[in-house]
């Protein structure tokens, strides 16, 4: 009777999380919105990171994440195929930083990576728009987007935590500032990051920079396309109004968003 209901349990956490029934779709949309609030959270930790409530918050969040990490463990159907994914071992990781803030607070950078998981994850283009965003110009659009954003919280991070009292760098917003500069290459000189340490961070965001800003504006200004494979030749891309693949000439059959 124990495996059963133990059985059962999962198999209800597998349709909450996977199943398409208007319960699941329910929780999908209260877990994304869980999600907005924890990466809210971690943005803005480092402006809250001296008030009284904030250990509060910050281990409530993380029983938030490990009760999720749980759930999530128990209803996918390999747990050793699960436990391969790179997202759960950095998801792992992000929970300790909430655990142990005082001894990890100099990696709580990471934590904005949640941007970039929840933006990527089928759980998020299931729930926003009901389903209809998904493998659309607006994917590719909002996931280029959310790469970029991902990228300057992280280095924004990364700059308030390694160099926080050296000149310039007195505050979160200084930290987000020297950031923006640098990823532009604006350079305005009045910011700059000590040590050979700081050069190669400044070079690398610079390089980042150009490179997520050219994948954005790539983004918006590619033709819009559907994402349907052919059945033929599998090219995955094709016009809107595609009647047959232009690599094979297969006749198409790419469904609409008309009701």
């Known amino acids: 009777m124990h495996i059963t209901r133990a059985a059962r349990f999962r198999a209800r956490l597998h349709e909450l999380y996977h199943g398409e029934s208007r319960r699941s779709a329910s929780f999908r949309l209260w877990h994304v919105s869980a999600d907005v609030g924890v990466i809210a959270f971690f943005v803005a930790a480092p402006l809250l990171r001296e008030s009284d409530t904030f250990l509060a918050i910050d281990y ?6 490990f009760l999720d990490l749980v759930a999530r463990s128990a209803a996918c159907g390999n747990l050793r195929a699960w436990l391969k994914e790179p997202m759960v071992w950095l998801d792992g990781f992000i929970l300790l930083t909430l655990l142990v803030p005082e001894y990890l607070a ?4 990471l934590r904005a990576v949640k941007i970039w998981t929840l933006v990527h994850s089928n759980l998020f283009w299931r729930v926003v728009g009901g389903g209809r965003f998904g493998r659309t110009h607006v994917e590719d659009v ?6 970029m954003v991902t990228f300057v ?3 924004t991070g990364l700059v308030y ?3 926080l009292g050296h000149p310039g760098i007195n505050g979160y917003l200084d930290a987000l500032y020297f950031t923006m500069t640098t990823l532009t290459t604006t350079g305005y000189g009045d910011i700059t990051l000590p040590g050979t340490s700081g050069r190669i961070l400044s070079v690398v965001m610079m390089f980042a920079g150009i490179g997520l800003f050219m994948r954005l504006a790539g983004a918006v200004m590619r033709p819009r396309k559907v994402r349907f ?3 033929s030749c599998g090219l995955q891309r094709h016009d809107l109004d595609a009647v047959h693949c232009k690599a094979c000439g297969t ?3 790419i469904p609409n968003d008309e009701d």
């Open 60 to 65: 409530a969040i993380a029983a938030v994440l």
């Open 106 to 109: 100099n990696f709580g950078f």
């Open 142 to 147: 909002t996931k280029a987007a959310a790469t």
């Open 153 to 155: 919280f992280m280095m």
């Open 161 to 163: 935590s390694w160099f």
């Open 229 to 231: 494979p052919c059945h």
């Open 251 to 253: 006749l198409l059959n």
